[in-house]
C-alpha cells in the first residue's frame, strides 16, 4: 500500500511537472534566461507572474517528490530556494522599475517581512516558555510573558502580512511609459532651463537692442505762439 501512495504521489510530479512546462511559453523561458541576474531594466507584469507561477509549480513538485521518498529529498527545495533568491530579487527590481518606482523599494518589503517574521519567532518562543512554566506554577510572571510574547507574535504576523500584501500590491501594478528612464542606455534627464533657454546655473549676459534714432525735432524748444 505505501509503495502504491508513493508510486502516485511520483506520477503526480511527473505530470505537474509535464503541466508547468507545457504552460510555460517558450519566450517566457529565453527571456528569464538572459536576465536572471540582471537588476537593470525592466520586467512586465506577464514576465514576472510567469515566473511566480513557475517557480510555485517547481516548488509542489519538490514537495510531492518529498513526501513520496519519505523526506530524503527535502535539500532539492532548499536548493531551488538559494538558486532562485538573486534571480527572484532581479526580476521584483526590474518589475518596479516597469512602474517608475526605484528597485531599492524592493529592499523595504523584504526588510518588513525579515522583521515581522523574527518578531513572530521571539513572541512565540516567549508565549511557549511562558505558558509551560506557568504550568503549575504559583509565579504570576510566567503568564504575563506567555500573554506578552502571544501579543507580539500576533504583531509580527501582522507586520509579515502586511509587507506581502504590499510587495503583491506592488508587483501587479500596471507598467509606465515613465519607467523608460530606467533601461539601459536610457537618456540623461535634461537640466531644467532657464531663461533664452540655458541652464538655471549659467549666467546669461543682458541683450537688450540697440535705441532708435531721436525724432527730428526732439528735446527743441517748443516753439512760441
Not at 14 to 31: H, L, N, P, S, W
Not at 70 to 92: H, M, N, Q, R, Y
Not at 190 to 209: D, H, L, R
Request: charged residues 15%; proline residues 7%.
Amino acid at each position: 500500500m505505501k509503495k502504491t501512495y508513493k508510486a502516485l504521489l511520483c506520477g503526480a510530479a511527473a505530470v505537474a511537472a509535464v503541466g508547468i512546462a507545457y504552460a510555460m511559453d517558450e519566450r517566457f523561458f529565453e527571456k528569464a534566461k538572459d536576465k536572471l541576474t540582471v537588476f537593470k531594466g525592466r520586467a512586465s507584469r506577464s514576465e514576472f507572474w510567469w515566473w511566480v507561477l513557475a517557480a510555485f509549480g517547481i516548488n509542489i513538485v519538490l514537495d510531492i517528490l518529498n513526501t513520496a521518498t519519505d523526506e530524503k529529498l527535502g535539500f532539492l527545495a532548499t536548493i531551488w530556494g538559494l538558486v532562485t533568491l538573486i534571480p527572484t530579487l532581479a526580476l521584483s527590481v526590474r518589475r518596479l522599475h516597469d512602474t517608475n518606482k526605484p528597485g531599492w523599494w524592493v529592499a523595504i518589503f523584504y526588510i518588513a517581512m525579515v522583521i515581522g517574521l523574527i518578531i513572530m519567532i521571539i513572541g512565540g518562543g516567549a508565549a511557549l516558555y511562558g505558558g509551560f512554566r506557568s504550568l503549575g506554577s504559583y509565579d504570576y510572571g510566567y503568564g504575563s510573558m506567555a500573554a506578552g510574547g502571544l501579543g507580539a507574535a500576533v504583531i509580527g504576523a501582522l507586520i509579515t502580512l502586511a509587507g506581502c500584501v504590499v510587495y503583491i500590491v506592488f508587483m501587479a501594478l500596471p507598467s509606465k511609459p515613465e519607467g523608460a528612464r530606467f533601461d539601459d542606455g536610457a537618456a540623461a534627464t535634461p537640466m531644467p532651463q532657464g531663461a533664452y533657454g540655458a541652464p538655471y546655473s549659467t549666467p546669461v549676459p543682458p541683450n537688450f537692442a540697440a535705441p532708435n534714432a531721436p525724432a527730428p525735432g526732439f528735446n527743441q524748444p517748443a516753439p512760441a505762439y
